[in-house]
């Protein structure tokens, strides 16, 4: 069983970025999929998350700017837009207990 991420990168501020996360080698009914982030010496905050019936949870911090969305059962994306330099973290994927790689998504001022 594998979780896919990708999409990170650097951006400037005020610039957009989509996060990609595929399973893969699964069966189970991953029914929420979505993402962490960590920042350097931050805890792992929820960023958003999303079941396959369309329920979505969005940090605060991320509301109105990040979407995310699940076009299949094994896969979810993020669009990013109007990042802003404290968005800069680890991005982690998930879906129910399984776990992505991190990707790194750097928002330079």
């Known amino acids: 069983v594998q979780l896919q991420a990708s999409g990170g990168g650097l951006v400037q501020a005020g610039g957009s970025l989509r996060l990609s996360c595929i399973a893969s080698g699964t069966t189970l009914n991953l029914n929420v999929m979505g993402w962490y982030r960590q920042a350097p010496g931050k805890e792992r905050e929820l960023v958003a998350s999303?079941?396959?019936?369309?329920?979505t949870i969005y940090s605060n911090s991320v509301k109105d700017r990040f979407t995310i969305s699940r076009p299949a059962l094994y896969s979810a994306y993020l669009q990013m837009n109007s990042l802003k330099p404290e968005d800069t973290a680890v991005y982690y994927c998930f879906g129910n207990s399984l776990w992505g790689q991190g990707t790194q998504v750097t928002v330079s001022s």
């Open positions: 999303m079941t396959y019936g369309g329920s």
